[in-house]
């Protein structure tokens, strides 16, 4: 029997009817060229071929870069110097205009062409992490923009337009609508029952069995909820706003648990395309007036498309049982760390 089902932090109904769906191997798919390392402006060697290098992550005892923050070359949002923030345009009645006030980078993750999240080392993953954290804190001292928004897509049909292994970032001049709706769902919940949802979520999805991998209190989970097929969040035990400031056990934690999810979903779906959001608090929440807000990720490997009934409803339907995605997910998580 399916089953409507709504997340209560992003608010989002789901019909779970795993009757409709099938095993993992109806979603096997063609793997993807990984385009050539020749004429890569991400490799190593081709840095004159991007804007100049904002930021650097090292490994200690080494010259060479590891990680290498630059801007979009074709940046959808820029923030010059001397501008303030965005300013409104002119628009016809009724809409309304502000210029693409912003910033929009491109963290390369790693020197070498044809490498994932899932071949990282735990040192080189803390240090994409690193990096991550560190320009969550640059944007937040430019004191310009509300909202930092990390996103990676793996994959052509996840959205990338570059084989080569990046995360984008977007420093937004106002707080996206997605977090807007989840920190009201946050403030409800707290004023009904004095928690915060998320804790409670991830208390409950661990007690029932849909936690896949833990790494220094760091949880990746199927939860009960899931909109699409093995759509999973991440999320830390500790209720914090923000990973940039996290103690470092949090911090190997988050690396490790990317990569060691990576790896499982290459294994048991066959290197699928793959979207990364992550969901931090804005920066100025205190003005805004709405707390706690628990940050958090959505790992969703791209295995069906969006149809109608879902661009119709806004609710979306899973084929794929969440406690089913679970058990299969934590079996070959067990069996890559027991070297199987
Ligand atoms: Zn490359
Ligand atoms: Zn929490």
Redesign the pocket.
Known sequence: MSEFRQDPVTGEWTLIAPERGGRPRDYAFEREDLGDAQGCPLCAGNERMTPPTRSEGRLPGSDLWVTRVVENKFPALSAPDDVLGAEPLDAPAPYRATTGFGGHEVIVETPRHGEGLADYSDEHARLVVDTFAERLGYWRRDGRVMHTLLFRNWGRDAGASLAHAHTQLAALPRVPDAVISEMGNFSTYWAEHSR?V??EAIETDDRDGRTVLERGGVLVQSPWAAPTPYALRLAPRR?AETFEDAPHSELDGLAQALVSIARVLDEHLDSPPLNIAFHVAPYRVSEIAIL?Y?WHAAIVPRLSERAAFEMGSGAHINVVDPDAAAASLRSVADGLESGL
């Open positions: 915060c998320l804790c209720c706690p628990h």
